[in-house]
């Protein structure tokens, strides 16, 4: 299972970018999606993440100004980013979990997308 993540870039200090993350390949069902992000140094940590129902967690940094969906007819997670701030610079990972025909439990990631915020 491959995931292709995108909407990174350059933002100022209170702008807003929205990420998006499609998976495709041999996929049964997905669980749970998330996003993650790492800068140097740091480990990588959860942002957000949702279930196959809906439910919603996010970091304690990001709850009010971030918000996670997901679409299932495209097997597709998004971040909406909004109020964002310098210290929300990072490369943004995408996670999924799932199954594949198998059925092979999966546990996929991104390849990371960077989102910059300028002061």
């Known amino acids: 299972v491959q995931l292709q993540a995108s909407g990174g870039g350059l933002v100022q200090a209170g702008g807003s970018l929205r990420l998006s993350c499609a998976a495709s390949g041999n996929i049964f069902g997905i669980s749970d999606m998330g996003w993650y992000r790492q800068t140097p140094g740091k480990q990588r940590e959860s942002v957000a993440r949702?279930?196959?129902?809906?439910?919603?967690n996010y970091a304690d940094s990001v709850k009010g100004r971030f918000i996670i969906s997901r679409d299932d007819t495209k097997n597709t997670v998004y971040l909406q980013m909004n109020s964002l701030q310098p210290e929300d610079t990072a490369v943004y990972y995408c996670?999924?979990?799932?199954?594949?025909?198998?059925?092979?439990?999966?546990?996929?990631w991104g390849q990371g997308t960077l989102v910059t915020v300028s002061s």
């Open positions: 996670n999924v979990q799932g199954v594949t025909s198998g059925p092979i439990p999966f546990n996929s």
């Open positions: 949702i279930s196959t129902e809906g439910d919603t």
